[in-house]
């Protein structure tokens, strides 16, 4: 692919980010994943955008990535004894990643067995990486394509190197998503209101194993088999119980993997960046988006500025995502009590948000004094104004601006807020000034406007941990109840989209495979799957651009 170019598909158009005042304005809407039009695409899919097979199958062959991958995979001892192989790693390696386009491995060998398909294969290699690849084949190769017993030798054997074939195709991948013009680090920053473009999006997915759970099912070490009322059975090792939707989610039986990627406005603009594979008593899924973020910004830098998760995210992983990376987290509040399940920044009278008590803000004026009590609610401050009758009123704070300083490994964020004196019935109702009630913070001699500002820093402080206050749990970058929230986190749906269709493309919706290593390996073939048919169609486009022009 050549170097990266600026995009001028409509398609493939960045959005225009929001004012401070525009993004930190309260939403109209009370669904977190935002109003409609805000995260879904430009414009719906055509008849341009269709893929059939033999658009997959070149998608898959003609991406360098492939072959990448394969030469990742160590080569076979020459003193070991046994045949040649028939086929060589990129063959197999384009077997597994059809494998998730087919659906199983029985139809991607049929596919592949149709002459006219594999003719079309050879042809596309030959294209692509040269006669010369084509040539090196064995004769059997050259006229038959391989069938799902040559894929069960080869991912059997080299299943164990799947975290060694993701570790070269990372740097790719991220390389093919600056292409096509996302992470892009001369890209205009704004943390108020991430640009799409520069977020990556993350998520936990449990993949339903080849095998159902069952009850009783013991395992006996010495035999090594798994038994079921004395019986042997066979059992997927690597499934088990997970919790899906946080703890009070419904349990989910299967294997449990992580995927972080990044997507533009277009259709099929969408590219995987890392996989995680989470086991029990290993990495949690928090755990995994920190070394996801960490590995891609290694390799990205300025061109990753916000992250969007779920409520998998605790405080603490949101304040080092803030503090260590300086990135902008969009992530929902918990609750104090949810008994309905209702989501961040909906309104429901079931879901009662976690408060704290912040600070009491005093002055003083010659027109009388000055007090505001300052209290964190649903993920901002805001001030509990008391009127004539004693009913307590909780009223967030104008948030003016999102100010990032400091450097890496110690950046410090805040809110720059204002603090509305008119409406504080402690003040005195009209100042000589002329104005209801307004004085100056820190300023005695009288009062010279209705506000004053005031800075709420938003990264973890010492003394909040001596004192066991965990700031990010009530105050964040972007409040659930901004537009700028809506517009970072509502873009993230697709996300849980893309997990479904994980599962979905699979026979029976199940993942074809046993154990860790062999599933993880089917999966990272996958996303090469899905990031060459994003290049396919990106390449596709921009051909017609330049006829065009």
């Known amino acids: 692919m050549s170097a990266r170019r600026k995009n001028t598909n409509p398609r493939y158009g960045i959005r225009p980010v929001l004012s401070a005042k525009e993004a930190f304005a309260t939403r109209t809407d009370t669904d977190p994943d935002g109003p409609p039009g805000i995260w879904r695409r430009d414009t719906p899919p055509s008849d341009d955008d269709a893929m059939d097979i033999t658009h997959v199958i070149h998608s898959v062959f003609s991406n360098p990535d ?132 520069n977020t990556i999006y993350g998520d936990g997915k449990v993949m339903t194993g080849p095998t159902r759970p069952r009850k009783g099912v013991t395992f006996d070490s010495e035999t090594g088999e798994w038994l079921h009322k004395g019986r042997p059975v066979r059992q997927d090792p690597a499934s088990s119980l997970w919790a899906e939707g946080g703890d009070d989610g419904e349990e989910a039986y299967g294997t449990k993997f992580v995927f972080t990627s990044v997507r533009g406005t277009g259709f099929y603009n969408k590219v995987n960046l890392v996989m995680g594979k989470q086991v029990e008593g290993g990495a949690t899924e928090a755990q995994h988006c920190l070394a996801h973020a960490r590995r891609v910004m290694e390799l990205a830098g300025a061109g990753v500025h916000a992250i969007a998760w779920d409520g998998a995210l605790s405080s603490v992983h949101i304040d080092e995502l803030m503090r260590e990376h300086g990135l902008v987290v969009a992530s929902p509040v918990k609750a104090k009590s949810n008994p309905d399940g209702i989501r961040s920044g909906k309104v429901a009278a079931s879901r009662i948000e976690k408060e704290r008590h912040y600070a009491t803000v005093k002055d003083r004026s010659p027109h009388g004094p000055c007090r505001h009590n300052l209290v964190m609610r649903g993920g901002r401050l805001g001030q509990v104004l008391i009127d004539s009758a004693g009913t307590e009123t909780w009223v967030p704070l104008r948030i003016d601006k999102l100010v990032r300083t400091g450097q890496p490994g110690a950046y410090r964020w805040y809110h720059e807020l204002t603090i509305d004196c008119s409406t504080n019935n402690e003040h005195t109702p009209r100042c000589a000034d002329g104005h209801a009630g307004g004085c100056t913070l820190g300023q005695p001699g009288g009062c010279t406007s209705g506000s004053h500002p005031y800075r709420l820093p938003l990264v973890q402080t010492k003394d909040d941990t001596d004192a066991g206050f965990r700031r990010a749990e009530y105050a964040r970058q972007l409040p659930p109840d901004t537009q700028g929230y809506a517009r970072t986190f509502g873009r993230r749906p697709p996300a849980e989209s893309d997990n479904s269709q994980r599962e979905q493309r699979y026979t029976w919706e199940r993942i074809p495979a046993y154990g860790n290593d062999q599933q993880s390996l089917i999966m990272l073939l996958g996303s090469l799957l899905e990031n060459s048919k994003s290049r396919w169609h990106y390449q596709r486009l921009h051909a017609h651009d330049q006829a065009v022009a």
Do not use: M
């Open 66 to 197: 492939l072959y990448a991958a394969a030469n990742a995979v160590p080569p076979r001892s020459k003193k070991k004894p046994g045949c040649p192989a028939d086929y060589p790693n990129w063959v197999l390696a384009g077997f597994g990643a059809l494998l998730s386009a087919y659906g199983s491995s029985r139809a991607a060998h049929t596919g592949l067995q149709v002459d006219r398909n594999w003719a079309y294969v050879l042809e596309t290699v030959a294209a692509a990486q040269g006669q010369g690849t084509v040539d090196a084949l064995r004769d059997k190769a050259k006229q038959h394509g391989p069938n799902r017993n040559h894929w069960n030798y080869w991912s059997k054997v080299n299943k164990k190197h799947w975290d060694t074939i993701q570790e070269t195709l990372v740097p790719l991948f991220v390389k093919q998503a600056q292409e096509q013009g996302l992470l892009d680090p001369t890209g205009k920053v704004s943390y108020a209101s991430p640009n799409q473009a």
